[in-house]
Antibody
Framework: EVQLLESGGGLVQPGGSLRLSCAAS????????MSWVRQAPGKGLEWVSV????????SYADSVKGRFTISRDNSKNTLYLQMNSLRAEDTAVYYC???????????????WGQGTLVTVSS | DIQMTQSPSSLSASVGDRVTITCRTS??????LNWYQQKPGKAPKLLIF???SLQSGVPSRFSGSGSGTDFTLTISSLQPEDFATYYC?????????FGGGTKVEIK
């Protein structure tokens, strides 16, 4: 069974930076697009970003565009999310999710990690 | 962006009940509609993709239907492990968007 394990969350001050990682096992990551989806405390799900299987294409939600960068290292089977200029409203559990296809136009989130909590507060 | 409206936002039901959750989209999305189940403190889990296709390993009491702008998730006979929050999600266009969720509680 596919396993996705996020790490890197924690408490950061407004304006600060954090890098999240998502390590995949029992899966060849470069065959699939990968996304980050977040969930603010007590709220619903919000898609954040997607990267194609090759890493050549990316897309971002307007709420994070210009501040967050998604990347991947297929040789390490790992996905990343670099988060800069963090705001209080970025506080959420961040999930990595495997898409069903390799393109950034993939349609649904087939497998999810357990999530990592990011708290932006002074 | 495509807006997703789920109803009801919550419901109370008993074990064995038939439960139906509705999702409406702000524009036609053909059958590019997916459903997820989320239990407290856990990650979402894919139940249904492409409006009516059951994900591998998901019990057959879950079913989905609809096309265009109106979709439903049906649980034919509610089981204790089905008490959770359910989300719809459109895969038609970027950004991928989710409904607000339907919390299914024990009556």
């Amino acid at each position: 069974e596919v396993q996705l394990l996020e790490s890197g969350g924690g408490l950061v001050q407004p304006g600060g930076s954090l890098r999240l990682s998502c390590a995949a096992s029992r899966l060849t990551l470069n065959n699939y697009a990968m996304s980050w989806v977040r969930q603010a405390p007590g709220k619903g799900l919000e898609w954040v970003s997607v990267i194609s299987g090759s890493g050549g294409s990316t897309s971002y939600a307007d709420s994070v565009k210009g501040r967050f960068t998604i990347s991947r290292d297929n040789s390490k089977n790992t996905l990343y999310l670099q988060m800069n200029s963090l705001r209080a409203e970025d506080t959420a559990v961040y999930y990595c999710a495997k898409m069903e296809g390799a393109a950034i136009s993939s349609e649904f989130f087939e497998h999810w990690g357990q999530g990592t909590l990011v708290t932006v507060s002074s | 962006d495509i807006q997703m409206t789920q109803s009801p936002s919550s419901l109370s039901a008993s074990v064995g009940d038939r439960v139906t959750i509705t999702c409406r989209t702000s524009q036609s999305i053909s059958i590019y509609l997916n459903w997820y189940q989320q239990k407290p403190g856990k990650a979402p889990k894919l139940l249904i993709f492409a409006a009516s296709s059951l994900q591998s390993g998901v019990p057959s009491r879950f079913s989905g239907s609809g096309s265009g702008t109106d979709f439903t998730l049906t649980i034919s006979s509610l089981q204790p492990e089905d008490f959770a929050t359910y989300y719809c999600q459109q895969g038609y266009s970027s950004p991928l968007t989710f409904g607000g969720g339907t919390k299914v509680e024990i009556k």
